[in-house]
């Protein structure tokens, strides 16, 4: 799977979640169905610590400056700002080309963030796993430390 696909996928999926937490909000207010948000919040919390780390990743590989990688992520905040800024890239070519696997001719592409990539993609499966392991880690730490506006909201 290219970047470009990669980031476009999450990009939507985080869209989706949105619609999803939207959802089950007018459920919990509107019919007094509490569950809903445990269930739509949960959905839109996993799917958007994917987006972010899959932001990062696709931001060190499309050599995107620290400001667009913070950017990307801070899109996912804003319900369904990810597709536009997800069309903006692809307009501007920030999308293109292939996963890079090694150093090439840019003074930065031996930095360790660059490194920690190149090893990641030499392990697809162990990238994946840990990737998932990490992205659910983040989301039950977050459980524990509570919901945004408190368990009473």
């Known amino acids: ?30 019919a007094g169905w509490d ?16 987006y972010a780390g899959i932001s990062i990743l696709v931001g ?7 400001g667009a990688i913070a950017f990307a992520v801070l899109t996912a905040i804003v319900p369904y700002a990810t597709v536009p800024f997800e ?23 031996r930095g360790w963030a660059n490194r920690v990539m190149y090893w990641m ?11 998932v392991v990490a992205v659910v880690a983040i989301f039950a730490a977050l459980l524990v430390i509570g919901p945004p506006g408190g368990r009473e909201a």
């Open 60 to 66: 060190v590989n499309q050599r995107w400056n620290v």
């Open 121 to 131: 993609l030499a392990r697809p499966l162990v990238f994946g796993a840990v990737f």
């Open 1 to 30: 799977m290219s970047p470009k696909r990669l980031f476009r996928s999450l990009a939507f999926a985080e869209a989706v979640t949105w619609t999803i937490l939207i959802a089950a909000m007018i459920l919990k207010y509107g």
């Open 87 to 109: 069309l903006w890239l692809i307009r501007r070519g920030r999308l293109d080309g292939d996963w890079r696997r090694g150093p090439g001719e840019a003074p930065g592409d």
């Open 35 to 50: 569950a809903a948000v445990l269930v739509g919040g949960s959905i839109h919390g996993l799917v958007f610590l994917a």
